[in-house]
């Protein structure tokens, strides 16, 4: 089967910088994303490591690397406005349905 | 463009009953899926359609939930009869593309409340 493990909760002041942290177990995958949902609501599209290394947008950086099976999403310039849950997510390969696998969603609270 | 819209936001119902949640994709987007999460967990996988057609329901709990993605635009999801245990958060998303190359857009869920 497939799991993802991520920290349940993480707090941070404004303006710092926070690493989210994503470990999964999956036979094969295309890739890994990340979500964000505020207070329940409709999860958001952030970002997708389709190879290993960083990727970059703007505030937002994710970084995957398959052989530890590990990736992270990284904040930087906190604003209070990133309060929200957060979500790593594998894409299953073709032959395991193509559907995103997600994690229990780390709840971060940016403090001022 | 509009979103994905869900319908109920939330729905309060007794256990035995039945209850249908309606998901209006994004126009254009031929992949739509159902999730739900419960109770602070995962977003779990229920079932994914690709047009009028049920690509994968391995995520589906069992037969008390049925989907039906008609003419291949909006998608139902019965819940006949309700248990406790199918309390939870309901999420629909769609994608113009499978979900490796397209990001999935969601709803803002259904709130189901069985008591």
């Known amino acids: 089967g497939q799991s993802l493990e991520q920290p349940s909760e993480v707090t941070a002041v404004e303006g710092a910088i926070v690493q989210i942290n994503c470990t999964y177990q999956?036979?094969?995958?295309?890739?890994l994303s990340w979500y964000q949902q505020h207070d329940g609501g409709a999860p958001t599209f952030l970002s997708y490591n389709a190879l290993d290394g960083l990727e970059e947008t703007g505030r937002f950086s994710s970084f995957l690397s398959r052989s530890d099976s590990y990736g992270y999403l990284l904040l930087q310039e906190l604003q209070m406005k990133d309060s929200a849950s957060y979500f790593c997510a594998v894409i299953l390969s073709y032959n395991q349905g193509g559907k995103l696998i997600f994690g229990q969603g780390t709840e971060l609270s940016v403090k001022p | 463009e509009a979103g994905v819209t869900q319908f109920p936001s939330h729905s309060v119902i007794e256990k035995g009953q039945t209850v249908t949640l309606r998901c209006d994709p994004i126009?254009?987007?031929?992949?739509l899926y159902w999730y739900r999460r419960v109770m602070g967990k995962e977003i779990k996988f229920l079932l994914h359609?690709?047009?009028?057609?049920?690509?994968?329901e391995s995520g589906m709990p069992n037969n008390r939930f049925l989907a039906e993605r008609t003419g291949g635009t909006y998608s139902t999801l019965k819940v006949q009869p309700a248990e406790l245990e199918d309390s939870g958060v309901y999420f629909c998303a769609s994608s113009l593309g499978s979900s490796y190359n397209s990001p999935l857009h969601f709803g803002n869920g259904t709130r189901l409340t069985v008591t």
């Open positions: 999956t036979s094969g995958f295309y890739g």
């Open positions: 359609f690709v047009k009028e057609s049920k690509q994968d």
């Open positions: 126009s254009g987007h031929d992949n």
